[in-house]
């Protein structure tokens, strides 16, 4: 039997709800379903509000070619995927997007508050992502609300 709590179901409909969620959790506390804390997630999902505007990290270079070919065959699909059933969990990610845990949260829910700024202030197309390739602004924003629903329903909100 696990001590950590079940995860909660979550859907946004825009990024400032996001922002809402994480500084809820800051406020008044939480409990993880899963591995990360909330600084970790806030600075992982501020990373990755900032790449499509700034750009992505190179990865070396046998990742970048596995993922180029899966962006141009299984890509769209797997975006589709995603929107319709969620991001799976336990699938890996750029190292260097997850901070260290048990940094100041504080930070970096304000990060995240910036990056979404960021993100919703940039008028022009987004850069391509490495997985889905060239993306809608409405799909770029879709990704984002999905990505940040799946890392924040592992934080349960404290109860009382």
Do not use: C
Request: a positive charge.
């Amino acid at each position: 039997m696990s001590d950590k709590p079940q995860r909660r179901p979550l859907v946004f409909n825009d990024l400032d709800e996001v922002v809402r969620d994480a500084e809820a959790l800051q406020a008044g506390g939480y409990e993880k379903a899963g591995n990360w804390d909330l600084g970790q997630v806030a600075g992982h999902l501020a990373n990755w509000l900032v790449y499509p505007v700034a750009g992505f990290p190179r990865a070396p270079l046998p990742i970048r070619v596995m993922l180029g070919a899966v962006r141009t065959t299984l890509g769209r699909r797997m975006f589709e995927k995603y929107m319709r059933e969620g991001m799976p969990a336990g699938k890996p990610t750029i190292p260097e997007s997850v901070p260290a845990a048990g940094g100041d949260a504080g930070q970096a829910v304000a990060a995240m508050r910036d990056a979404v700024a960021q993100f919703q202030a940039h008028t022009g197309d987004y850069l391509p992502s490495p997985l889905f390739g060239r993306l809608t602004r409405e799909e770029a924003r879709s990704v984002q609300l999905r990505h940040a629903a799946h890392h924040l329903s592992f934080l349960v909100p404290k109860q009382g």
